[in-house]
């Protein structure tokens, strides 16, 4: 019994928890459309407003009915007490009469409600002298409130006076709502009493119509707003759609003009937008490809003299130990490292031309990120000895392996960890490798001179230095950063960077496991452990098709 009890109890929970699931997706649901939607705002708003006005305006209606109902129902009821009070001073005076007197005249009184009985009668001798009171139908005295017969008893004659209360009978009769109106002459009080059921149903039936027709005005006024409100949302929309189509790169998109009115110079206005930016558009391609083509150009057009140099270059290195000015060998040097400076610059820039023509091309295949880690740290390690920085090394255990271009990613971590050297202002740095079941990570952590504010929208950017006044070890070109992005870019992952002045910096490749994947997150932090609350100044650059 009781395992039945409790597995009654847990589907009843259940129950109740799918309930509110529905109920909780049903209230998301429908406050998203109508976030989203300026066609269902303004229909519920029309509704709603509509709905308190239709409310304000039939209770005020059925006021009005129901005071002017009463307000004839009064009039007449004592329009006909009077009339009584007239025939009971014929018929009985001021003079003692007896009991067939008084049945005669109540029942002539009675008598003149018809046979549907409009009303009850009720008639009280104050003296009580033959009777109490006498009604018809078997109506209970205590029909009469007692407040009415105290306030005609302490009323001088011809007081008439009128109330509203319940009408009971003997028997099995229900009792009813009713007016109650009465009046003294002589000795007698004499008391009409009006059923309101008849009443009470008119006002029922206003009701209800008033509620129909309140319905049927809200349902008009939503439809006339939504009508109303689609014939200018439409317009709208199409223009919404028609600029995410030019943002999707469909400069030709353009919308329909129809008529003169506002929303058609909005048309006319969209499509002269569209026609210019096209335009210039046109003209920022033609430009940006004649620059590609010339830095191209001249990238290779450079190479031919600059091997020519270099040969001599060479030659006169290898023997600046003989010339016997020692100016001359020290030019020898110089030469030798500015040629080597301008043979990294032509590299980059052809680097550079070949991802803006979408020429460049991944050559993927399975390697371990720790052993690519290990192969650059040994290339840049006499360069961090010379700035009195060690690299601390966080690798893992077990393999990380990733299809990746192996060129591609070392020179993006030597970019890194050269930075990271020059910047690092002679602490430790840390470089750390993780992997997860989709993507691997390399972190390279400094606690050098850090980023400042502002600077995240360009660390990126070409030709772009943290500090062009501080002196470089290793004749940076300022495109580093930013092939670095187009090789992540490439593989289809991320180059990340946070830093904070005084603090530091830390740069982050994230590369799906599978080259060309979509990355949906990095094994490693942006920010480092122990960085306290600072914030990222750079925001997330994920690779784009």
Not at 83 to 112: C, E, H
Not at 152 to 174: F, I, K, M
Not at 208 to 213: D, E, N, Q
Not at 278 to 283: F, T, Y
Request: net charge neutral.
């Amino acid at each position: 019994m009781r395992a039945d009890m409790k597995r009654a109890k847990r589907l009843v929970r259940r129950g109740l928890v799918a309930a509110q699931r529905v109920l909780r997706g049903a209230v998301r649901s429908g406050y998203t459309r109508w976030r989203r939607s300026i066609q269902v705002r303004v229909v519920t708003s029309t509704l709603f407003i509509s709905a308190i006005v239709v409310a304000i305006l039939g209770a005020f209606l059925m006021q009005q009915i129901s005071s002017a109902l009463m307000d004839a129902k009064v009039k007449a009821a004592r329009l006909q007490l009077d009339d009584g009070l007239a025939q009971v001073q014929r018929d009985l005076g001021n003079s003692p009469g007896d009991d067939s007197r008084l049945n005669t005249t109540i029942d002539r009184l009675k008598s003149r409600s018809g046979p549907s009985g409009l009303y009850e009668v009720y008639i009280r001798d104050t003296t009580e002298q033959y009777f109490d009171g006498y009604t018809t139908n078997e109506l209970r005295q205590e029909s009469v409130p007692p407040r009415l017969r105290e306030k005609l008893q302490s009323a001088p004659q011809g007081t008439r006076a009128y109330t509203y209360g319940e009408l009971s009978y003997v028997g099995d009769r229900p009792s009813e709502s009713g007016l109650i109106v009465g009046g003294r002459t002589g000795q007698f009080e004499l008391y009409y009493l009006f059923s309101l059921e008849e009443e009470q149903r008119t006002l029922t039936n206003v009701g209800r119509s008033l509620a129909g027709v309140g319905i049927v005005l809200l349902l008009l006024l939503a439809a006339i707003a939504s009508l109303v409100t689609r014939q200018v949302v439409i317009p709208v929309r199409l223009a919404a759609q028609g600029a995410q189509r030019l943002a999707a790169g469909r400069l030709e998109e353009r919308m329909r003009v129809r008529g003169e009115d506002d929303l058609a110079r909005l048309a006319r206005s969209f499509n002269e937008m569209a026609a210019n930016l096209q335009e210039k558009i046109g003209e920022l391609e033609d430009l940006s490809q004649v620059q590609r083509q010339f830095v191209s150009d001249v990238s290779h057009e450079l190479r031919t003299p600059l091997t020519t140099i270099r040969i001599a270059a060479d030659m006169l290195y290898e023997n600046r130990d003989t010339f016997g000015d020692p100016s001359v060998g020290r030019s020898a040097e110089l030469l030798q490292s500015q040629l080597e400076r301008f043979e990294a610059l032509l590299a980059d820039l052809l680097e550079i031309s070949r991802h803006d023509a979408g020429a460049a091309t991944l050559d993927a295949e399975s390697l371990d990120m720790r052993d690519l880690v290990l192969r650059v740290v040994g290339d840049i390690q006499g360069l961090a000895e010379r700035k009195g920085s060690k690299v601390v090394l966080q690798l893992p255990g077990e393999p990380c392996m990733a299809e990746v271009d192996r060129r591609r990613v070392e020179r993006i971590l030597r970019n890194l960890l050269v930075n990271a050297v020059e910047h690092g202002d002679g602490e430790d740095i840390i470089v750390s490798v993780a992997a997860d079941r989709d993507a691997v990570a390399v972190a390279v952590r400094d606690h050098g001179v850090g980023l400042k504010p502002g600077e995240g929208q360009m660390v990126f950017d070409r030709f772009w230095r943290a500090d062009p006044a501080r002196a470089r070890t290793t004749g940076g070109t300022g495109l580093g950063l930013s092939i670095s992005r187009e090789d992540a870019q490439l593989h289809g992952g991320w180059l990340q960077a946070w830093g904070e002045p005084g603090v530091g910096s830390q740069f982050r490749l994230s590369l799906p496991r599978v080259a060309g994947a979509e990355l949906r997150g990095s094994p490693l932090p942006l920010v480092p452990p122990g960085a306290g609350d600072a914030r990222p100044l750079f925001a997330e650059l994920e690779a784009q098709e």
